[in-house]
């Protein structure tokens, strides 16, 4: 009876790939919609590179010397007023990058003097104060930027690269916190509460009185930001069908670069910060049409037993796809044929769940399962590394800012699209590609930090530069689905989670390390190089996943890539369904059984 029980159960896939059809016409509408939904995340996420831009900043004065100096009699022009004020208030300083020593005005400090210490253009202390009446900001290209507006210089120059870190911290808490959202609310649900939250939480930004305000709001944004691409996300890969979701979950990531492209757009016409922000979160409000577009995920409404709305939405689909429902679907009398080894293994998974629970222990309990989660979490810390420092450098890299963080944008696009191809190719599969896409990453960015910023080879930099975005960004998407297939069943979503918040720190470090240019120019380069190459290299010992059965147990995960030990014997070893889950189940499947005595190898 308990066997009977299980195959009355409706599953989804099955709808899918034996009614439905895996990728309709329905669910390429619906896809339509939701991959618009990453575009807000990949412009909310760089906005700050326009919104928080460093420019050339110097002490103010009392405005008794500015009114001497520019007397409103005079014929000098505006510019000549603050030239000839910059050179009777403010010291030089040597500056040394890798073009050699230069000399620039000082950023916070300013001489001691009066008005009466003026004669013409002659001072008389030589005596330097701490800058005491604000500062000055050149405005040539940007209007306003949070820098400017909260005073984000001299003493205070860290809390710049604290915001980007303070993102990542909420994109890494929001990756859990949306699993419980999207989970106990629903996809869709869960998806509509979060952009109502990221349109309050993004308004609020633009009108934030000081930096620890704007700090918190950021916070907020990016926490239920993660919330927005994950419910989009979710919904589109449980709408189709098994052999369609890594090309979902790899064309979802095109349209988060679309939204850097948008972003750079954007930025280049509008010029002050707190309008480029209502600029691109205002528009999102469009997002909440969907509760009345889209449907909730059939798969997840079966799951919390919403067996009615489910039926409703397949019962849609089916009119819309043009397909005839067969009888007895819905009443426990349909059944799919069990031929074909993916819907054998829907079935074997079912029973699993009926197994014992397992938790993040399970990830390092074994030697081999602990070597492949070690190895997959340093990869996506790696990946996170390398992609938030080369995205958040565009405007150090020399040439125009808006034109490179097009670039590095629009570079995502193919990038994503290649990695569709390379992860079939029997040539590079998933372990090849991840190796050759982290090399090409390492070895670019240390060109592209060796390259001289004041050489006529700026060029060069920014290719070399590019070449990295693109190389990175494709094993960031390569990443995603090797992880998936490693990951045994039972503990794939913790695996997964625990690498994403684990690489998360990644990008919480990344730009911090920025910040080491003052010590020597190249060092954050060389350092998201060096990363890259041993991700790389790290990946080599994990097994090969394409065209493999993936493991299902805690067991075959273990052996999974495993190689036998030659004492043990062939009984060591298991074919797609496993011996392991034989002895585990002595109500396994007669027809599994017999599949698997027909089989030799599982890799």
Known sequence: ???????????????????????????????????????????????????????????NVPDDIRTHVCSPNSNQSQYECEYRLKNLTLPKEASEDQCGTSWRYSQCYRYDIHVNNITQDVFVSNRTIACDHGWMYDRSQYKSTVTQQFDLVCDRYYLNALIPSIQSVGYSIGSLGS???????????????????????GTAIAFAPSYPVFAVLQFCLSVVGYSTYLGGFVLATELVGPSKRTMVGMVVPIFYGVGYMFLSLFAYYIRHWWMLQLAIILPNVLFLSYWCILPESPRWLLSMGRDKQAIDIIRKTARINKVTLPDGIFDGSWKPCLNDQQDQGQYNQEFMKEGKEHGLIDLFRLPNMRKKTLILAFTWLACNLVYFGISFSTSSLGGNEYINAFFSAAVEVPAYAIAIFTLESPLLGRRRSLFVTMSITGLACIS?????LCSNLVWLRITCAMIG??????????????????FPTPVRSLGIGLCSMLGYSGAIVAPQILLLRSMWYPLPSVIFGIMALLAGFAALPLPETRGKQLPETIEEGERFGKKPSRHIGNNNWYPGCGKIRQIHSSNGSDDCNAKLASTETFL
């Open 179 to 201: 699993g419980y959202l999207l989970d106990n609310f629903g996809r869709l649900r869960g998806f509509i509460l979060a952009v109502i939250l990221f349109e309050v939480f």
């Open 469 to 486: 975005k693109f190389a990175i960004s494709s094993a960031f998407g390569i990443s995603y689905v090797y992880g998936a297939e490693l």
């Open 1 to 59: 009876m308990a066997s009977k029980k299980k195959h009355d159960k409706l599953h989804y896939d099955d709808v899918l790939i034996h009614v439905l059809g895996e990728f309709g016409k329905y669910q390429k509408i619906c896809f339509a919609f939701l991959v618009l939904t990453a575009i807000p995340c990949g412009i909310a996420t760089f906005s700050m590179v326009f919104t928080m831009a460093e420019t050339d900043a110097w002490c």
């Open 448 to 452: 592209a930090g060796l390259v001289p």
